[in-house]
C-alpha cells in the first residue's frame, strides 16, 4: 500500500507564499518522478511543476519564476514552493507520485495521486 500525504495548503492573500508538501509512503523501491497538479473549478487538471529522479524540472508557463519545486529524496518528499501568488493560482493541488513498488517480491511501475490540498488567493 502507498501512499501519499498532502500538506501546506492554505488561503493567502495575492503576492503571498505558501510551501505545499508531500511525502510518500509504502512498499517504495524507487521513485522515477514526482509532480504537482492542479485544477480550478470548471477546469481540467493541470500539471504545474515536475522533478524527476535525475532532478530535472519543468513547469507550467504559468508559474515559471513565481514556484519552485524540489524534493527530499531521503524522505521521499517532494515540495512546491510558491510564491507571488496570484488568483488565478487558486486550486485544488494534487501530488502525483510515478513510483516502482514492490508487491510480492515483484516490481510494478505506477503512477500515484495525493487526496488534494485547497489553495486559495481572494482576489
Known amino acids: 500500500q502507498v501512499q501519499l500525504v498532502e500538506s501546506g495548503g492554505g488561503s493567502v492573500q495575492a503576492g503571498g507564499f505558501l510551501r505545499l508538501s508531500c511525502a510518500a509512503s509504502?512498499?517504495?523501491?524507487?521513485?522515477?518522478?514526482m509532480a504537482w497538479y492542479r485544477q480550478a473549478p470548471g477546469k481540467q487538471r493541470e500539471l504545474v511543476a515536475r522533478v524527476t529522479s535525475g532532478g530535472s524540472t519543468n513547469y507550467a508557463e504559468s508559474v515559471k519564476g513565481r514556484f519552485t519545486i524540489s524534493r527530499d529524496n531521503a524522505e521521499n518528499t517532494v515540495y512546491l514552493q510558491m510564491n507571488s501568488l496570484k488568483p488565478e493560482d487558486t486550486a485544488v493541488y494534487y501530488c502525483?507520485?510515478?513510483?516502482?513498488?514492490?508487491?510480492?517480491?515483484?516490481?510494478?511501475?505506477?503512477?500515484?495521486w495525493g487526496q488534494g490540498t485547497q489553495v486559495t488567493v481572494p482576489s
Open positions: 502525483n507520485a510515478d513510483l516502482t513498488v514492490v508487491v510480492a517480491s515483484t516490481r510494478f511501475r505506477n503512477d500515484y
Open positions: 509504502g512498499s517504495i523501491f524507487s521513485i522515477n518522478a
